[in-house]
């Protein structure tokens, strides 16, 4: 084998080894799981979450937190790139790009720069508890038991 053939071997070679590094780094990066649907929810009865907790639910992207005052609803969706927060002990975290929120839904860690959105939470005539997504309320608002 010639030296000149050598040389084009291990630099195709090296190429390919590359392509394929940056393919793999690329299909590793976290995609965001945003929600598209209906923006006004049933929740069902207050009383099937539990006090002074926050519960998920995946399919509204949404975490309930009820307390002896009554029930508000905080977007379960970061701020920064959409990726779905997860609980921490001292609120939320980006599982994507490390952001962090405390559980006011303040920002506390970028690189997200704006604090979660709070639901509307009210009860219809016919005693169904509702989110309304499209009304952003304080974190001190809550439907009263």
Not at 33 to 55: C, E
Not at 65 to 82: E, F, P, Q
Request: aromatic share 6%; charged share 20%; proline share 6%.
């Amino acid at each position: 084998m010639k030296r000149r053939e050598f040389l084009n071997r291990i630099a195709f070679g090296t190429l390919i080894t590359g392509g394929a590094v940056v393919t793999s780094a690329v299909l590793q990066i976290p995609v965001p799981q945003t929600g598209a649907g209906s923006r006004r929810h049933g929740i069902g009865n207050i009383n099937q979450y539990p006090l002074n907790h926050f519960t998920f639910l995946p399919e509204k992207n949404i975490y309930l937190y009820r307390d002896r005052k009554g029930i508000k609803a905080v977007s379960a969706i970061c701020t920064h790139l959409g990726c779905i927060l997860q609980r921490s002990d001292a609120g939320f975290r980006c599982p994507c790009h490390g952001s962090k929120f405390n559980n006011r839904g303040e920002a506390v860690s970028g690189p997200a720069i704006r604090d979660l959105d709070w639901h509307s939470v009210i009860r219809e005539p016919d005693g169904r508890i509702m989110i309304i997504e499209d009304i952003s309320v304080s974190p001190e608002t809550l439907l009263e038991i």
